[in-house]
């Protein structure tokens, strides 16, 4: 969800919330210690902030940072060793978008 502050302006800055999926898959690592690894799968809230910039027309460039509060439970080795973690990632972006 984003609120844009002043959306049919030029310069339209914004700020947002919402909900991050993230889906691990297991590895498995060479290691003599470790042999198996994974993450569980979890749902955690996004914040982000930005601004769209009308280029010209119906083309606009586009930036934005959003902060990822997500936790996980690690299992190393079968479940041998069990941690909870937060990865909590900044996100930067940038792109060029086209409106219809």
Do not use: C, E
Not at 68 to 77: D, E, G, Q, S, Y
Not at 80 to 86: E, L, P, Q
């Amino acid at each position: 969800m984003q609120y844009h502050f002043r959306p049919h302006a030029r310069f339209s800055p914004y700020v947002g919330a919402g909900l991050t999926v993230a889906f691990f898959r297991d590895s498995n690592p060479t290691g003599p210690t470790v042999d198996k690894f994974g993450l569980s799968n979890n749902v955690g809230a996004a914040i982000q902030a930005g601004f769209d910039y009308n280029i010209t027309g119906h083309w606009f460039a586009n930036f934005d940072v959003k902060q990822v509060f997500l936790n996980t439970t690690a299992r190393i080795n079968g479940g041998g060793i069990v941690a909870r973690t937060a990865l909590d990632p900044t996100i930067v972006g940038a792109g060029i978008g086209y409106r219809f």
